[in-house]
């Protein structure tokens, strides 16, 4: 009886034992790796690659072609033709016809094509709850490349960016309750400590976007100090935050070194300019997971949502996808200017537009 739970005993470790070789196999990098040197020498600012990892992201994230070029000689407005376009109607026929056409490629190829959001007996009809969804979206990328071009730059973003011919983008996140677990005592695991792909497969906190990507949280918790002078940030918040910097690595495959100093992980005149874009980065998408992603959560059906009735939210790996600039930095969006939105304010309706129409 003794031998065989002593036998149980040595197999359970070594399954664990297994299970963790395993984990770490799975995210370590075989030689030849490539270091190239992004700071002053002695301080081990290096960026880490593996050249056959990146070939395989190059490949996975490639931009599409546009279907086709615009002739640009038709000054017809998609309001004069079509009924009920409040947020499209400005620009010309020719070039809403090409986004259209353009979107569902990006957003629905494998389902209905344009009936994703349209009722084939009605086009104009609003009944199919992704029209709207798909207005709200369209007005949060002009946004983004109006009002956010300290994170996007001239590249700028589309509908593909995200949605990589997916309805729902494959990298999204949710409010994370975490598996059943035991009450009482046992129930102290304060959301960590399972080895979470969203942190970088680490124990650290695997739900820091709630607090970080759409709450208002304070990320800076290393101190400018040789030995601590307060208690203001506590242990938790800098897991957390350790948590989030795990995602961010892992979403741009980047090292810690690409937005900072490692001999002064604090400074901002010691780190690179990529820190700067990052930092308008996370407030962005603070921005449009508060201001036109979660207010969406009375439109999407129960199965659209998640476990606790939030809207699936976007964070960095919903853009890069394991890149430092999304698609490679592919600038899809000179191909369709009307991404970059009106002349006017994007919540607003084209002045040339009717309200009746």
């Known amino acids: 009886m003794r031998i065989g739970f002593l036998l149980v005993v040595v197999l359970g470790v070594v399954a664990v034992a297994a299970g963790t070789l395993g984990t770490l196999l799975s995210e370590w990098d075989a030689p030849p790796l490539e270091a190239t040197q992004t700071g002053f020498r002695g301080l081990a600012m290096e960026q880490v690659s593996n050249p056959r990892t990146d070939a395989k992201m190059d490949a996975l994230n490639q931009a599409p072609e546009p279907i086709y070029e615009l002739e640009g000689d038709d000054d017809t407005k998609a309001w004069q033709v079509y009924e009920n376009v409040p947020v499209l109607g400005h620009i010309s026929q020719e070039a809403f016809d090409r986004l259209m056409a353009a979107i569902t490629e990006w957003v629905a190829p494998e389902e209905e094509g344009c009936l994703y959001c349209h009722n084939e007996e009605n086009l104009a009809s609003d009944e199919v709850y992704t029209k709207g969804v798909a207005r709200r979206m369209l007005q949060m990328t002009w946004h983004i490349n109006r009002n956010w071009d300290n994170h996007v730059g001239a590249t700028g973003v589309t509908c593909y960016t995200c949605h990589r011919g997916e309805p729902v983008p494959s990298e999204v996140w949710h409010e994370n309750p975490g598996p059943p677990q035991a009450r009482g005592m046992a129930a102290s695991r304060a959301g960590q400590n399972l080895g979470s792909a969203s942190v970088g497969v680490t124990s650290l906190p695997y739900d820091p976007f709630s607090s970080m990507l759409a709450g208002d949280a304070e990320i800076r918790v290393i101190p400018e100090t040789a030995l601590p002078v307060s208690i203001e940030i506590g242990t938790k918040q800098t897991e957390v935050t350790y948590g989030l ?77 394991g890149q430092p600039k999304p698609l490679g930095g592919a600038p899809m969006v000179a191909d369709y200017p009307s991404l970059r939105g009106p002349a006017q304010d994007p919540e607003m309706q084209p002045e040339e537009e009717p309200e009746a129409q």
Not at 272 to 297: D, F, S
Not at 310 to 316: I, Q, R, S
């Open 245 to 321: 910097m795990m995602h961010f690595s892992t979403a741009l495959g980047v090292n810690c070194t690409t937005c900072h100093n490692s001999r002064s992980f604090f400074a901002w005149d010691q780190s690179p300019p990529q820190r700067t874009t990052a930092w308008h980065g996370i407030r962005m998408v603070r921005e449009v997971n508060n201001r036109y992603i979660e207010p969406l959560h009375t439109v999407f059906p129960p199965e659209r949502l998640g476990p606790l009735g939030d809207t699936l939210k976007t964070n960095c790996a919903t853009c890069h996808h």
